[in-house]
């Protein structure tokens, strides 16, 4: 065997990664020793061996959180989520590399969320994965872990939406199955069907289509579009928003070379090189620097040599003339590969070359450059295909931090209260919500502007609160339905001050607890005020109007609630423990997380049944959790088991016993986790682990003690966050779960090269 050392030198803060590859046309094992430079830093890595096959991706594509490759020798090989059965391999489990799809030879490949269908050679079809709206085309309504025919059709080309799947026969005609909700069957009705169907009032000869998530569309071979489905947004491209059940043309596209479609936009390529989409966008996915959705289609800014597009479910990528790779969007991932993740409205080149075909996901994008593929974004399910996923599934201490005394988790960042009554924040910076005067993401600690009096801090989705030394509070970050509480709906890249309802900054405030888009804060005199989105009751002030500014809780519509000692947000819904330990809940029901025994939302705060004594409370997304006398009783959803009495219940209305916890002595409540500090300095997790969430070093969902760290004085999460953290008694700040934006503290945002290509 030939052994060989290389050493790659880059310049510092450059992308750095090497592949070594079985040279085609030579059988057998390879293994050698990699030297790199990278930063100025000489590293060496582990011995690297390849598997000896001599075939390589010939193309690439993205489902929700999975890709799939069709290789040189045709066979197929699918990464990332595989839950659902969509990577295909029989197993129904994740992969973080690519993985073989047994007995398949295809030739085109099309990821849907939670489902993959292939063209064989010989232009037969099959699918695989989640199939409960008939989307693998078999006829049933059962899911598959490995492939299956859809019988009696062949196709040339084939095209995947969330539920739905469309295919290209040679006649140029096309036919549909699977969900059909917003007509994107395009049969005329809104019926879902398993088995394909075809679509009707085409005008012309079909010769490429493209899906998006409940939208699809066609290029005709008078190089004219037509899309059906779902058009609230304006992703139909025909100047108006409203769904159609039967093709209609977009307007004003001529000479149309290829087209597809993300979560709620669509995007073509024109033969003379540009690109032109329409449809949402609030994030800037038309890529016409503008932030206003539209019905019709506008050029995305700057290009005039694309090749091929791909939309992810808020992004867009391109390729252009040369191996570039241009994106845009959001980019709270990093999904568009640029090194940050700030939002852009304008294509920016990324630090890809050689590119030949493009794929995105929900938040990722790959590319295939050569015969390798590089993936760049989300990685929570291993769907970069590198080996690893960027969460952190022990935990992590955050970077250069001590003396914390307090701690808040955002989706996508975190903010601690130091002992000198600062505020420092790291992670997503999108909306402004790490306090710094700017969006520029950071995946380190840094300073709030401003702040140098806070008690203690809440984070939402997007947006932070504190609470400071005399009272008062201020808030940064997205103000959308007046999340920021100061009388506007605007955002702040710097801190503002909360007020009430006359205008007059909100003061006595001794706690606070954020969810999604809402905030409440506890007062000296026990009674509780809330402001932001009040979706389905979440403020408890009886209306369901969002509030820019303060309000008082109420138990019905002339007696305001007293009495509260604690309260905690949930994604849209709101918790309080009274004196003597009763609870009272608010907001939305539809998963019990009230607790009163019912599903249906509460305007007012309601008594929780049967509990009483209540000294701690938490709440995640749509459940809640109170402790008492160590042990804890939870309520709500229980999808991921995060209600901890480790049954199959999907949802308890009113309070269920944790099981196997007698010494708890605090709560907190992630998305779909819950943690609980023990006597013994110890923490204990259960829920939903696909993140790392639970800290016990893998992404399986048992409830476990967390060994890494002891002596533990405090434990955190957020309603809207799949990661949390603790303060050890040294006042160091340990973070476990989900780093996509390096919310734990510790940077991982680079783009990936896929292992074994």
Known sequence: ????????????????????????????????????????????????????????????ASGGKHNCAVMSDNTVQCWGQGNNGELGDGMGQRHAVPTLVPGLTATTVAGGSYHTCAILVGGTINCWGYNGQGQLGDGTVSSRYSPTLVPGLTATAIATGADHTCALQANGTVKCWGQNTYGQLGNGTTVDNPNPTTVTGISGTVIAIGSGNYTTCAVLSNQTAMCWGRGTFGQLGNGINTDSLTPVVVSGLTGVGRIGGGNNHSCAVLLNGTVWCWGHNRYGELGNGAFSDSAIPVQATGITSALSVAMGAYHTCATITGGQVTCWGLNTYAQLGDGTNMIRSVPVVISVSSATEIAAGESHSCALTGDTIRCW???????????????????????????????????????????????????????????????????????????????????????????????????????????????????????????????????????????YLHTCALLSDTSIQCWGYNWAGALGTGLLTNASKAGVVKLDAGTSLTGATLIAAGYYHTCAVLTGGNVKCWGYNAYGQVGDGTTTQKLFATSVAGVSGMTQLAAGESHSCALSNGTVQCWGLNSAGQLGDESSIAIQTTPVVVKGIATASTLSGGYNHTCALLANGRVECWGDSTSGQLGNGTLLGNKSIITAIDSITSVTGGSTANHSCAIRSTGGLYCWGDNSNSQTGYDETQIRDVSGF
């Open 1 to 60: 065997m030939d052994s060989q050392t290389c050493t790659l030198a880059q310049p510092a803060g450059s992308e750095c990664s090497v592949i070594v590859r079985s040279k085609p046309g030579s059988a057998g094992a390879k293994s050698g020793t990699l030297f790199r430079t990278c930063s100025g830093v000489t590293s060496t890595a582990a011995a690297l061996t390849t598997s000896g096959s001599t075939a390589y991706p010939i193309s690439v």
């Open 377 to 515: 974004g989300s990685n929570g399910v291993g769907e970069l295909g590198d080996g690893s996923t960027t969460s952190r599934h022990t935990p992590t201490a955050a970077s250069g931090l001590v003396n914390v005394t307090a701690v808040a988790e955002g989706a996508s960042h975190t903010c601690a209260v130091l002992a000198n009554h600062t505020v420092q924040c790291w992670g997503a910076n999108d909306y402004g919500q790490l306090g710094n005067g700017t969006t520029i993401s950071h995946f380190s600690p840094g300073p709030v502007t401003g702040i140098t009096d806070a008690v203690g801090v809440s984070s939402g989705s997007y947006f932070t609160c504190a609470w400071l030394t005399g009272g008062g509070v201020k808030c940064w970050g997205g103000g959308f339905s007046g999340a920021l509480g100061d009388g506007l709906t605007t955002g702040s890249t710097t801190p503002v001050t909360v007020v009430n309802s006359s205008n007059i900054p909100l003061n006595g405030v001794i706690g606070l607890s954020s969810g």
